[in-house]
């Protein structure tokens, strides 16, 4: 299917994507992710052949596309705010591609009628985009991707300026929407909610470098670097040092794990302390990882208490099953099995 291979782009002699590789596979969603401004629409646009690299391929099946024009790669891109022509009707949206592509008037019409009836919205041909809703406008916009029947389809934060609320429904709408289409999809957001709710795989691209590419369960139970598990929020993230495979150090106190440190002995790098997998009082702890903090704050969350807590310079959230009082000592540890150490 698609395949990325080495990719380096800069601007301004600062490299913006340096020596990236991933492939997408027939059916498969991908979320490209990463903070804004790390080259995710730069990845997107030479995908697109709209951009040139100065090293590296971008291949269909064994086919290198670098000669290929975009119109010839057979793509489909999808942008932020959807991009639909506010004053044309739905129809004149969807048939949009069609114009582009030379596709003959009596074909184009054939097409359009059948996108309208596969996003249930025959009645709506005439209606100017501007009249529909979030939802509805997102199906016209999915539907103008769709209709010149794209090899691969790739989204730029389609749902970037949308209210919180609405993203929500919406991105379950696309997810099944885009399943059913059965294309290969690349989907772009810096927005990691929005990325787990959507994914099959996640890809993650931090200064310049794919930093993780995992399915969303690897992401959470294995993050590569401490970066990631705080791009994710993950937890607290302690600076330390290991001193062993299986110990490593923090101001806080010296922490056995069950898990290999991915780092050298001497190595600097990061506790994550995931908040849901504290121990909490004296007589629940009988491991050796534990340590006093004080409570500084406690908030009622419904499934439990979300609480801040500080030990020595370090503030650290955690979630207790019982509300605890700001200015109380309390008796913490982790178990080893559920403590990993990372690179920074
Ligand atoms: P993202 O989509 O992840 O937010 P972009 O791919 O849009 O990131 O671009 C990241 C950065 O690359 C931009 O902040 C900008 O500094 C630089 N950049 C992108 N395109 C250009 C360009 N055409 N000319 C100069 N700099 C660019
Ligand atoms: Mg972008």
């Known amino acids: 299917m698609l395949r990325v291979q080495n990719i380096y782009k800069e601007y301004e ?20 992710l990463g903070s804004s ?25 064994q086919e290198d596309l670098s000669e290929v024009p975009t119109h010839k790669r057979g793509f489909g891109l999808m942008f932020q705010d959807y991009a639909l022509f506010p004053h044309r009707s739905v129809s004149e949206n969807i048939a949009f591609g069609l114009r582009m592509a030379d ?5 184009i019409k054939t097409l359009v009628q059948a996108a309208l009836e596969d996003i249930r919205m025959t009645d709506f041909a005439d209606r100017a985009v501007t009249e529909l809703s979030g939802g509805e406008q997102q199906r016209v916009a999915l539907a ?4 010149p029947h794209p090899r691969l389809l790739m989204l730029d934060e389609p749902l970037g300026a949308l209210d919180h609320n609405l993203r929500t429904e919406l991105i379950k709408e696309l997810r099944a929407q885009l399943h059913e289409s059965q294309k290969p999809v690349i989907y772009v957001t810096h927005d990691q909610e929005e990325a787990f709710a959507l994914a099959d795989r996640l890809i993650l691209l931090h200064e310049g470098l794919l930093v993780q590419d995992g399915s969303p369960e690897e992401l959470f139970r294995n ?31 010296s922490f056995n794990l069950k898990s290999t440190a991915p780092l050298e002995s001497g190595q600097d790098g990061f506790l994550l302390l995931r908040p849901g997998d504290v121990l909490i009082g004296a007589e629940r702890i009988n491991s050796s990882n534990h340590f006093t903090a004080q409570v500084r704050d406690c908030v009622f969350l419904g499934d439990y208490f979300r609480v801040e807590v500080q030990a020595e310079e370090s503030k650290l959230l955690i979630q207790s099953p019982f509300p605890l009082t700001p200015g109380d000592e309390v008796e913490l540890a982790w178990p080893a099995e559920k403590l990993l150490c990372l690179p920074a």
């Open 144 to 147: 103008r991707a769709l209709v």
């Open 37 to 61: 401004g790390s080259g995710k629409s730069t990845m997107l646009r030479i995908i697109a052949g709209l951009e040139e690299p100065e090293a590296g391929k971008v291949f269909w099946n």
């Open 223 to 253: 993050p590569a670097t401490a970066w990631v598990a705080s791009f994710l929020g993950l937890g607290n993230l302690v600076p330390g040092k290991a001193v062993s495979e299986h110990q490593f150090d923090t101001e806080i106190g």
């Open 13 to 32: 002699n600062k490299p913006l994507l340096n020596g990236i590789s991933f492939q997408v596979q027939q059916g498969e969603l991908v979320c490209l």
């Open 103 to 107: 596709v003959p008037q009596g074909k």
